[in-house]
């Protein structure tokens, strides 16, 4: 059964005054979207995880170097960071940009994660990937099925360092997916923010600055990584954080040359400015709070109350006034009902396509009352009073 939430819909417009006044300035006042270079781009929340702006989002892409991103998610999960590494022949040839690693040469893995993260280097990202892996085939499987567990389902990855090679690509949304996932990780946050770092080998020592612009550039920026190759054109995946709100863009193939090159920090400027202007929280359901009722049968209560199981909070854009949330709850359930039982969900609509569903949950408990129960208990209080015994009589359902 599907039931239009109206109760949702008044605390909605309570939130959201869906009003002739409002409409009217949403249209006068149309808000302009980003307009970028780059074939493939995305904004997400990152607090939900909403798009919210897109365009070619979903087509899958090469991500040169942004591909960094997750072989770090995968060196600090290691547990370890504090082994040495023992660079191999082929991690030293590997092609530049690269930190000038030789082979047999011992180096921390946590060091080599700065060389891979502030100046993208090839070689550091070879020599990560066989410690964890054993070889980079193997490093490039677990990579792969992360991302698949993180729900980067479109992402498939041949390289730990991004070169192009057979099938390595993702798409806007996966790279966003990946990196909201990977600044849950307070040791990547430290180190996408690090400005300089020197550190040394058993054979020699190294300095590295960020490579950032975003960071010394954009009001609250917050990582992440650039990328290119001949392929996949200049990339970048940003993050910014202002007030309470942090959003995480991501552009592919922002152009070649030195226009694509200045082209991933516009469209990302852009990109993030356009969502820090024009979104806001909105708290849309409240968990606890009452979402109709369901008749029960085989009970003294007629009926038991359904509320949400969850809360949603949402950035919103001042238009976005076409919010419905439908319920979907059967019938009439059968008792005994237990309080936080799963009586349904509703669907949350958002401009007219499903963002999420949230799950409707018994207020309280109805507990079973005919018949059957009532000859159980005539039967428990008989074998009481006669044997002071606690056994309990059930009987088959009839």
Known sequence: MKRLLTIVLYVLTAVIPVQPALAESAKSNQIKEPVVRALGAVLMDYRTGRVLWGKNERVPMAMAS????????????????????VVSKRAALAPPVKMGLSAGERIKLSDLLYALMLESQNDAAVAIAEHIGGTEEGFCALMTEKAKLIGAME???????????????????????????????????????????????????YAFHNKNRLLSEYEGANGVKTGFTGKAGHC????????????????????WGEAGKQGKW???????????SNFEYHNIIQAGREAGSIPVERSRNSEVACVFGADLFLPLRSDEVDIVVEEHLPEQVLAPVQAGDLLGEADVIINGKLFTKIPLKAASAASRHDFKTSLEKLFNCAIWLSTRSDVKVILPEF
């Open 155 to 205: 992402t498939v990855f041949e390289t730990p360092n991004g070169l192009d090679k057979g099938q390595h690509h993702s798409t806007a949304y996966d790279m966003a997916l990946i990196t909201r996932y990977a600044l849950t990780n307070y040791g990547f946050v430290e180190l996408i923010n690090t400005k300089e770092k020197t550190f040394s080998s058993d054979k020699q020592s």
């Open 266 to 276: 516009k469209d990302t400027k852009a990109i993030l400015d356009y969502g820090f």
């Open 66 to 85: 942004t591909t960094k991103i997750m072989t770090a998610v995968l060196a600090l999960e290691s547990g370890k960071l504090d082994e040495t590494c």
């Open 236 to 255: 970048f995946v940003g993050a910014a954080r202002r007030g309470d709100m942090e959003l995480i863009s991501v552009v592919l193939a922002s152009g």
